[in-house]
């Protein structure tokens, strides 16, 4: 069955680095996403992309975010200057349209985790 | 703006049947997901419902009263393998359908 990757799978910075994570959607999904979570707290929807642009945003993002699609296959999210909050489990997800009921396919997660 | 209310924890014997309740609030109602979640897993696709009524599908059945703004999964035979955490996510209507979790309830299944 096809499945979306990310990876790392762990990945430990320094506050104030940067970092980029990974993901490879689903070949012939066209909707891509970043949802985050925090130990204990619920998943958190942080953006949507479609057509190479931003579709929807939350809150969260904020000017420190940034999402790219470089290629074909590659899906990356990209945290300029980390801080400590940021610590958290990014997904990635994919879905093959948008619209009721359509569902979302979720890569096993980047643990991020800032010092 | 809207609210998802879940049970924090629950807990079952391998064998039982167990109901997940969830409640919202929303100003333009969609579709209700459930996902299942293991401890440091992703969110796995479960159920959708968008009609009132009872969906099943082999052990796990969802339920949606959109007028009562309330939804369960009930799980039949709970496995040991059953023991995660289950996510009611909101779709809304009015342009966006991208899913709002709620913060989910964590289901321990016990011999």
């Known amino acids: 069955e096809p499945e979306v990757t990310q990876t790392p799978s762990h990945q430990v910075t320094q506050m104030g680095q940067e970092v980029i994570l990974r993901c490879v959607p689903i070949?012939?999904?066209?909707?891509f996403y970043w949802y985050r979570q925090i130990l204990g707290q619920k998943v958190e929807f942080l953006v949507s992309?479609?057509?190479?642009?931003?579709?929807?945003k939350s809150e969260i993002f904020d000017d420190q975010f940034s999402v790219e699609r470089p290629d074909g296959s590659n899906f990356t999210l990209k945290i300029r200057s980390t801080k400590l909050e940021d610590s958290a489990m990014y997904f990635c997800?994919?879905?093959?349209?948008?619209?009721?009921?359509?569902?979302?396919?979720f890569g096993s997660g980047t643990q991020l985790s800032v010092l | 703006g809207q609210n998802i209310d879940q049970p924090t924890e629950m807990t079952a014997t391998e064998g039982a049947i167990v109901q997940i309740n969830c409640t919202y609030q929303t100003s333009g109602f969609n579709g209700l997901f459930w996902y299942q979640q293991h401890a440091g897993e992703a969110p796995t696709f479960l159920s959708y419902?968008?009609?009132?009524g009872l969906e099943e599908k082999g052990r796990f059945s969802s339920f949606l009263s959109r007028s009562k703004g309330y939804s369960y999964l009930l799980l039949k035979e709970l496995q040991m393998k059953d023991s995660a955490s289950y996510l009611c996510a909101l779709q809304t209507a009015g342009g966006s359908y991208i899913p709002t979790f709620g913060r989910g309830t964590s289901l321990i299944v016990h011999p």
């Open positions: 992309f479609y057509n190479n642009e931003i579709s929807e």
């Open positions: 997800a994919s879905s093959e349209g948008t619209g009721g009921g359509e569902k979302l396919f």
């Open positions: 419902n968008v009609l009132d």
């Open positions: 070949s012939n999904h066209l909707y």
